[in-house]
């Protein structure tokens, strides 16, 4: 699949071991997040455009390149796409955000909507979606939409870890997303989680069990 880039790189392979492990608490699971989400926007971003600017070096003048970052919005999936959010920030200080809130209901496993706040959004927007875990593709496929919604076109989906199932549906609706994450697992379980996944991403990330 062209759309879907697994960045297997060693030390993210390191770190995420270290986030799958059941012991591994909350201070660790939060920062290792945010050092994997690091790596991962250096390969999402590679492809951002840049444009020409004149600089004056100490010695003489030259021309540099330089992102619109501005034009950039990062939409995290509350909650768990939070855990995400500085570290993209980080590497594009003056992104715009909007935030969506969704829940997964229990019985049917279908995106609910609970909050939704959006900057505008024009075709030439580079929009990040980041949800840690993509899972049955529902919620980032409810995201997408609502992005595409408000005027927004060049999507990139960053994930940490990703079940084969979500992919496939967010692919199959989304053929123009590509989708970064740290690792694509087995499968999805009967409760939709990811196995062998790290858990609740949420839950790990704010102590809520
Ligand atoms: N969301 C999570 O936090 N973990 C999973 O395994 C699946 C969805």
């Known amino acids: 699949m062209n759309n879907l880039q697994v960045v297997d790189h060693p030390l993210i392979k390191h770190k995420l071991a270290i986030m799958r492990n059941k012991d591994t608490g909350p201070k660790e699971f939060r920062e290792l997040l945010n ?29 540099g390149e330089m992102v619109e970052d501005k034009k950039v919005t990062i939409v995290p999936i509350l909650r ?38 959006f900057p505008p959004l024009t075709e030439d927007h580079q929009i990040f979606i980041v949800d840690p875990m993509l899972a049955t593709g529902h919620s980032m496929n409810h995201a997408i939409k609502e992005v595409k919604k ?37 499968q999805l379980n009967e409760k939709a989680y990811i196995l062998p996944g790290l858990g609740d991403a949420g839950d790990r990330l704010y102590r809520t069990k």
Do not use: Q, W
Request: with cysteine; net charge negative; glycine share 8%.
């Open 35 to 63: 050092e994997i989400t690091l790596l991962l926007t250096y390969e999402a971003a590679r492809n951002l455009p840049t444009v020409e600017v004149e600089v004056e070096t100490p010695l003489e003048n030259t021309k």
């Open 80 to 117: 768990a796409g939070l855990g995400m959010l500085e570290g993209v920030l980080s590497l594009v200080p003056n992104a715009c955000v909007g935030f969506l809130g969704v829940f997964r209901d229990p019985e049917t496993l279908n995106a609910v909507e609970y909050y939704e706040k």
């Open 150 to 186: 408000h005027g927004g076109n060049n999507i990139t989906i960053m994930s940490l870890i990703a079940a084969p199932e979500g992919v496939e549906v967010v692919l199959d609706e989304n053929p123009d997303v590509k989708i970064f994450t740290a690792a694509l697992d087995r």
